[in-house]
Nanobody, 117 residues
């Protein structure tokens, strides 16, 4: 059992910055791969960025150079730093944690990021 909870969303003006946090209440957090996805109104959910248990990172092409994902295993937390935010970044952002042996997945409820156009 466990859960993950996102925080740090809100209204940001274009060109601004925002840091999302996701804190997990799960055992062996260090062993999980972590990722952020987002879903804008009327669109499908899409991967934004991920960081594996070995700290390897990956990003969607649309956010390279503007989004940074990091993790702090001592705090059971994964972060998503968003810089030079654009109206197209407005969405609900979801954090998830994935373990493969044994298979376990935890999804957060999402947090809203609003960027006026």
């Amino acid at each position: 059992q466990g859960y993950v909870v996102e925080s740090g969303g809100g209204l940001v003006q274009p060109g601004g910055s925002l840091r999302l946090s996701c804190t997990a209440s799960i055992e062996s957090f260090y062993a999980y791969d972590l990722r952020w996805d987002r879903q804008a109104p009327g669109k499908e959910r899409e991967l934004v960025a991920g960081i594996k248990s070995d700290y390897k990172r990956y990003w969607a092409d649309s956010v390279v150079g503007r989004f940074t994902i990091s993790r702090d295993n001592s705090k059971n937390t994964v972060y998503l730093q968003i810089d030079n935010i654009k109206p197209d970044d407005a969405a609900a952002y979801y954090c998830s944690a994935h373990l493969y042996t044994p298979p376990r997945t935890f999804w957060g409820r999402g947090i809203l990021v609003t960027v006026p156009s």
